[in-house]
């Protein structure tokens, strides 16, 4: 019997956000599947799970970018396919505010502002608490109501943020979602600790 695959699924793809997604999965001991970075999403839900299995341990960050297209472009076909792929357990999503043209939303558990503070209000790209609660807007969430997920956390754009999430100084608020997930999920509980790798799978 195979291990499913403990995995944090992120909705950006871009430049600035493969660096801040490969910074963290190296801090909190995981694995960024890098080559799922692209705006648009280049590879498809098979591809991307074919990458997770091989990945030498948990948590697997993985990215999902749309770059704007309306309803459910390449990003969120891949997206769900590994979301809904049996081999796959995922943690929580990741979901990354945009100024979206189509202003697509989904619902979200909680958010992590700029500041790192917490709130039940989304965010928005700029990491900004908006007015409304429990919903954010971005250009790949179309379809997460659509998944049985355990936590949505809200975000402002990854490695961005006005420079407070840039990878060179540490991708903060971006690390701080990650370990919320990991936490909220138990993931460190059957873990040697959150510096640490999956002791199950050899490193």
């Known amino acids: ?45 098979p591809e ?6 091989k990945a030498r341990h948990d948590p697997v960050l993985v990215m999902f970018d749309d770059s704007g297209i309306v309803g459910e472009g390449a990003g969120e076909n891949a997206l769900k396919y590994v979301a809904l792929h049996n081999e796959i357990e995922v943690l929580g999503v990741i979901a990354v505010a945009a100024k979206s043209r189509h202003e697509e939303w989904t619902r979200i558990d909680v958010s992590i502002d700029r500041d790192g503070e917490l709130t039940s209000n989304g ?9 409304e609660p429990g919903r954010i807007n971005g250009d790949t969430v179309y379809c997460l109501d659509e998944l049985d997920v355990p936590l949505i956390v809200g975000i402002g754009d990854i490695g961005k943020m006005a420079r407070r999430d840039s990878y060179k100084v540490g991708s903060p608020i971006t690390k701080k979602a990650v370990q919320l997930i990991l936490e909220r999920s138990g993931f460190y509980d059957t873990n040697a600790g959150p510096e640490m790798a999956n002791p199950r799978i050899s490193p």
């Open 1 to 45: 019997m195979s291990i499913r695959r403990r995995v944090i699924l992120v909705t950006d793809g871009d430049e600035y956000a493969k660096k801040a997604i490969e910074h963290v999965a190296h801090e909190i001991g995981g694995r960024c599947i890098s080559s799922s970075q692209g705006n648009p999403s280049k590879l498809t839900g």
């Open 48 to 53: 991307i799970v074919h990458l997770i299995k």
């Open 123 to 131: 965010v928005d790209k700029f990491g900004i608490p908006e007015l």
